[in-house]
């Protein structure tokens, strides 16, 4: 069983900056792909941000690519979320999410329905 647990959201003026911390309960996270997804009011789940067992690999949403990057450093079983250029649309609860190893692949994964394991989730409040 893999426990996330997500750190870092808050409240924060249209235009600023947050950075979102997922550490995971187990050492063999290293080996699992992961993701950032999010839920506005009234809108459903979607996914933000993505990337692969090694960190190799990343997937950004249209909405927040050149704004969002997702890193991870395996060494701290930890993903990170650096958001900049916030906007109020950007108003969410923001999920972690980990995929358990599956054969050879690799890369990185788009639906929640892949994903194995969830955070309980962190507000991000973007003020206009």
């Known amino acids: 069983q893999v426990q996330l647990v997500e750190s870092g959201g808050g409240l924060v003026q249209a235009g600023g900056s947050l950075r979102l911390s997922c550490a995971a309960s187990?050492?063999?996270?290293?080996?699992?792909?992961m993701g950032w997804f999010r839920r506005a009011p009234g809108k459903e789940r979607e996914l933000v941000a993505a990337?692969?067992?090694?960190?190799?690999?990343?997937y950004y949403a249209d909405s927040v690519k050149g704004r969002f990057t997702i890193s991870r450093d395996n060494a701290l079983n930890t993903v990170y979320l650096q958001m900049n250029s916030l906007k109020p649309e950007d108003t969410a609860v923001y999920y972690c999410?980990?995929?358990?190893?599956?054969?050879?692949?690799?890369?990185?994964?788009?639906?929640?329905?892949?994903?194995?394991?969830w955070g309980q989730g962190t507000q991000v409040t973007v003020s206009s």
């Open positions: 999410a980990a995929r358990a190893p599956s054969g050879y692949y690799s890369g990185t994964y788009s639906s929640q329905n892949e994903y194995n394991y």
């Open positions: 187990t050492l063999t996270r290293s080996n699992y792909a």
């Open positions: 990337v692969s067992r090694s960190g190799t690999s990343t």
